[in-house]
Each structure stands twice: as structure tokens, then as C-alpha cells.
């Protein structure tokens, strides 16, 4: 049975794993929460003491971590010293580029492969294994995690070189971030012209204003599919991390010096609603503040 290593058991890290169990590996488990460690154990998982502990001896290590410090000190401080040979890396956290691409080199010069395999799907694909993966690292690296990702996801799509994978999330989250608040005001707009909720929905969603945040995520409780608007804007993205993910893209975007006022206005208007104490609520949640409540 193919030993993996997984590091970072959080809300998606959890699932993740869990479904790697249900593919069949042997699935080694370290987070510094007890709770989602005796949650891992409890889907299956070894529990490892430590990040060390858990990649020694792996065939393939997956992270799952909140940021790119925490990325660039697991794998400079701890795996790259206790992995064999051959071992491939797969980070599936939401990181900046550039640190991406650093630790990416680093692996690389030690003879290790390396992706970046970052997510999209929240909390429930997650669980349910219908994420979609965007993959930056060589061909033949791909195609080595490829299976890997396959038994957590839906769809895994090879981006480019490194550090490409978390180029295409934020991206992607920056359109998420900017239609979304764009569907939302619209929404707020509409009602107040008199407009009910579900007339406007049933005539833009089959004309040319259409889009996800719309058909997918309604953010008006009662209109569409179900969505976290249904449940008081709970469980979903939380606002924090979209909040995370715009600045993200923000920074990118000076880097290359790429216009993106779209994305600004976002990062903007989700700092608000972050500093007004939504950070946990769905990002959807946006809905109320463009409302005035």
C-alpha cells in the first residue's frame, strides 16, 4: 500500500485526507490541532507526532497550510531533511506565487519533484472529493501527483510551470470576488426598484448578467439552489478567505503590473466587511452590507 504524508488537516486538509483513505493509501496525518488529528484517526488516517514524522518514509507528501511562511518552513525545516528519495511534494495550500516558485527551486535542487495543486470548492467538495485542482510543476511531475489529486478531486488541470497552480486560484478568486460583489449589489439594487428577488433572478439568470455567484451561489436566501444564504450565510467560503485570496491577487498584480480595479474594489469592500467582525460568514454575506445592515 502507497504511503502519503499529509500535513494540515484543517477544514479542506480533513476531507482531503480522508479521501485518500477511501482511494486506498496508507495516509500518515500531522496538524498541530488534537481535535483534527482524532478526526483523521477516526476517518482512517496514522497519526504521526510530528510534520518529520509523518514524511519519513511517504512516497508522496501533501500540505494543506494556511500561508506561504508556514509552507516555506515545513518544507525548509523539516520534510526536505527527513524525505527519501524519489519522494514527489504536492502543496495544495493558497500561497503567493513567489514563495510557491521558491520552495518549487529549493525541492527541485535537492532532486525532489514538486507541484503546486491548489483548490477550488470549499469545504464540501472537500469532503465529498469533487474539488478541482490547478497544478503548476513540471509534465512529468504532473502526471506523477495527477492520480494522487484524482482520488481528492473532480478535476485536475495541469496550469503550466511552477508556481502557475496558485497563479490560476487567484485568478479565478479575484473573479469570484469582484462578480460576486457585483451580483450582490445588483440584487440590493433590484429590490429596492421594486423588483422581487426571485422575478429578477428567473430574468438575468437566462440573460447576458448571468454568472456563478448568480445560478450556483445565490447570495438571496430562498432563490436558486440551495446555497449558505439559506443558512444565515454559514459554512461556504468564509469571508476571511476571500479576503485572503484578493489580497493575494492584489499583490500579484503589482508584481507584473497588471491593472485589476476590479479586484481592488473587492479587496476594498471585503476588508470592510472582515473588519466589521463577518470574517467567519460566506463570503456571499457581502449582501447585507451593500444592503445597509
Not at 498541530?32 to 514524511?55: D, F, N, Q, Y
Request: charged share 15%.
Amino acid at each position: 500500500m502507497t504511503r502519503i504524508a499529509f500535513i494540515g488537516l484543517g477544514n479542506m486538509g480533513g476531507g482531503m485526507a480522508a479521501n485518500l483513505v477511501k482511494a486506498g493509501y496508507e495516509v500518515a496525518a500531522f496538524d498541530l490541532s488534537e481535535a483534527a488529528l482524532a478526526k483523521a484517526e477516526e476517518a482512517g488516517c496514522v497519526r504521526a507526532p510530528s510534520a518529520s514524522a509523518a514524511a519519513t518514509g511517504a512516497s508522496a507528501i501533501v500540505t494543506m497550510l494556511p500561508a506561504g511562511k508556514h509552507v516555506e518552513m515545513v518544507y525548509s525545516g523539516e520534510i526536505f531533511d527527513v524525505a527519501s528519495p524519489g519522494t514527489l511534494f504536492l502543496d495544495c495550500s493558497t500561497i503567493d506565487v513567489a514563495t510557491a516558485r521558491k520552495v518549487i527551486a529549493a525541492a527541485t535542487e535537492k532532486g525532489f519533484e514538486m507541484v503546486d495543486a491548489p483548490v477550488s470548492g470549499g469545504i464540501a467538495a472537500a469532503a465529498a472529493g469533487t474539488l478541482t485542482f490547478m497544478v503548476g510543476g513540471t509534465a512529468e511531475a504532473f502526471e506523477r501527483a495527477k492520480p494522487i489529486l484524482s482520488a481528492m478531486g473532480k478535476a485536475v488541470i495541469h496550469a503550466g510551470d511552477a508556481g502557475n497552480g496558485q497563479a490560476a486560484k487567484i485568478c479565478n478568486n479575484m473573479l469570484l470576488g469582484a462578480t460576486m460583489a457585483a451580483t450582490c449589489e445588483t440584487f440590493a439594487m433590484a429590490q429596492k426598484l421594486g423588483l422581487d428577488p426571485q422575478t429578477f433572478y428567473d430574468i438575468s439568470s437566462v440573460s447576458s448578467g448571468q454568472s456563478w455567484s448568480m445560478t450556483s451561489y445565490c447570495p438571496v436566501p430562498g432563490v436558486g439552489p440551495k446555497t449558505p444564504a439559506d443558512n444565515d450565510y454559514q459554512g461556504g467560503f468564509a469571508v476571511a478567505l476571500m479576503l485572503k485570496d484578493l489580497k493575494l491577487a492584489t499583490q500579484a498584480a503589482q508584481t507584473v503590473d497588471a491593472s485589476v480595479p476590479m479586484g481592488n474594489t473587492a479587496e476594498a469592500l471585503y476588508q470592510i466587511l472582515a473588519s466589521a467582525g463577518e470574517g467567519g460568514r460566506d463570503f456571499s454575506v457581502i449582501i447585507e452590507m451593500l444592503r445597509g445592515k
